[in-house]
């Protein structure tokens, strides 16, 4: 069984929230940045003592710190913050008189007690992330003469997007705060691998013929996805 705890251990670049993991799944100790939270993951195999951990957290202590460092601002979703959609820049704005969330003028409007705006502005994102890539990941799935067990969204922390063995095809949900030609792309990859489980050249191939933006979107997240990833 898989179990966690974390704590805030001291770095050569100050404070940071350490959790750890322990997984049955897991081979060897490793670390990572978590860049959605801007916290430290150290995960230990289920025999493995928190004190070969701490060993590999020390031995990086200056990497880690340099990470967290180089991440970005967290954006709350709060009124006022400026966030993307689409790839376009909106400013969330609180109105008590809306219904409901709605996008008017380069803003984003959202109804409602004030205590429950960031809650409402997620959901409208995953609503319009779960309508504009099941939209795409269909028209893709139809180009190549595929068809998906199912498509859903999520709030993945690793990846944009992911295909099960079951067919089943899921995108984060930020994907819908970058530009189309990215959503594009990933909902192409995604599509390729129900016919190729691998990242081989026919796989590649493949995502040629569903979309012509691979080189652009990959360099794109590459550069603004750590972004998206504090944003909300």
């Known amino acids: 069984m898989d179990s966690s705890l974390s704590e805030i251990l001291p770095l050569p670049g100050g404070p940071a929230r350490i959790e750890w993991r322990r997984s049955a799944r897991a081979r060897r100790v490793s670390l990572r940045i978590d860049p959605r939270d801007g916290h430290v993951v150290v995960t230990l195999p289920p025999r493995a003592a928190r004190t070969a951990g701490m060993a590999l957290l020390m031995d990086h202590a200056d990497w880690v710190s340099a990470r ?57 994102y995953r609503g319009e992330a779960r309508r504009q890539l099941s939209l795409l990941a269909l028209q893709k799935a139809e180009l190549a003469a595929l068809r998906p067990r199912r498509v859903s969204v999520k709030d993945t922390r690793s990846r944009w997007g992911s295909c ?55 360099a794109w997240l590459r550069h603004e996805g750590p972004r998206l990833l504090r944003i909300g």
Not at 168 to 188: G, H, I
Not at 189 to 199: F, G, I, P, Q, T
């Open 68 to 124: 967290l460092a180089a991440l970005p601002g967290a954006v709350p979703f709060a009124d006022g913050a400026e966030v993307p959609l689409h790839g376009i820049a909106h400013r969330i704005r609180h109105d008590a008189a809306a219904r409901t969330v709605r996008v008017a003028a380069g803003e984003i409007l959202v109804g409602g007690a004030a205590e429950f705006l960031a809650r409402r502005v997620a959901d409208f």
């Open 164 to 218: 099960a063995a079951d067919r089943s095809l899921s995108f984060s949900w930020r994907l819908v705060m970058a530009p189309a030609f990215v959503q594009d792309y990933v909902a192409a990859h995604e599509v390729a691998h129900l016919r190729h489980m691998n990242h081989g050249p026919r796989f590649w191939a493949l995502v040629g013929q569903l979309t012509p933006h691979t080189d652009t979107a990959v």
